[in-house]
């Protein structure tokens, strides 16, 4: 089993999300020692934001790239790449300012990619052709939001991640981390739990595209 570990976290060390993703990481390892954990860290190395010229490389035909935008579209191509090889991604997302990071936006925006991550049918419906993974979302919040129309984060990215193939994730969220240090540590916890009872529950095979 090839688990691929998306943190989206700017507070490094200190980043509860990244906590919740390292519990994770130590209870699989322990579940699935023949396994392998990749982990991309978006806040610890940002990939440059998705601009205009991003946008140009991946519109203009192979044979005629600049380097600089063959460059761009190999970004892409490696970003994609870990996707589609991954049997179980897990990202890990705090929310900011009722979103998601600015750094996994910009992750999002290089790989939904036309014809690569998703195509539209003849009939014009949109289909995601990232398939058969597993899809875990840990998240965490300063307040509390779950279940209420403040949770702006859960259908955005259920939505997106829908987009790409990327269905049915499952959502881990601690709540209360600006709420006291017992409420944080409270929230975690809860989490934590509800983590390790998914990697129990979760049989270590491939789901079924
Ligand atoms: C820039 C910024 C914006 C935030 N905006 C919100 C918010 O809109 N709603 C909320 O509940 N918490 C908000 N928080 C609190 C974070 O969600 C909380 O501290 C969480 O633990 C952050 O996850 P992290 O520690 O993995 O970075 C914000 C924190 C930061 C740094």
């Known amino acids: 089993m090839k688990t691929l570990v998306i943190l989206a976290s700017i507070l ?10 390292d519990h994770l990481i130590q209870r699989l390892r322990q579940l699935e020692p023949a396994g392998s954990i990749q982990v991309r860290d978006l806040g610890a190395d940002p990939i440059p934001y998705f601009d205009g010229a991003t ?3 991946l519109f203009t035909p192979a044979d005629q790239r600049t380097a600089a935008q063959s460059a761009m579209v190999a970004r892409s191509d490696a970003l994609i790449a870990e996707l589609f090889d991954a049997d179980r991604i897990v990202f890990a997302v705090p929310v900011y300012n009722f979103s998601l990071p ?11 990619r036309a014809g690569v991550t998703f195509r539209y049918t003849p009939e014009g419906v949109s289909e995601g052709l990232l398939k058969g993974k597993q899809v875990l979302v840990l998240s965490t919040r300063g307040g509390k939001a779950r279940g209420t129309p403040s949770d702006t984060l859960t259908p955005y990215l259920t939505q997106i991640l829908a987009f790409v193939g990327l269905a049915d994730p499952v959502f881990i969220t601690a709540e209360g981390m600006a709420l006291g240090e017992l409420a944080a540590q409270e929230g975690l916890a809860q989490a934590r739990q509800h983590i390790d009872a998914l990697v129990q ?3 270590p095979q491939r789901r079924a595209a």
Do not use: E, H, T, V
Not at 12 to 21: F, T, V
Not at 102 to 112: C, H
């Open 12 to 21: 490094g060390d200190r980043s509860r999300s990244n906590q919740l993703a």
């Open 55 to 57: 946008a140009g490389a």
């Open 102 to 112: 600015a750094q996994l936006k910009s992750y999002i925006d290089y790989i939904a």
């Open 201 to 203: 529950a979760q049989p």
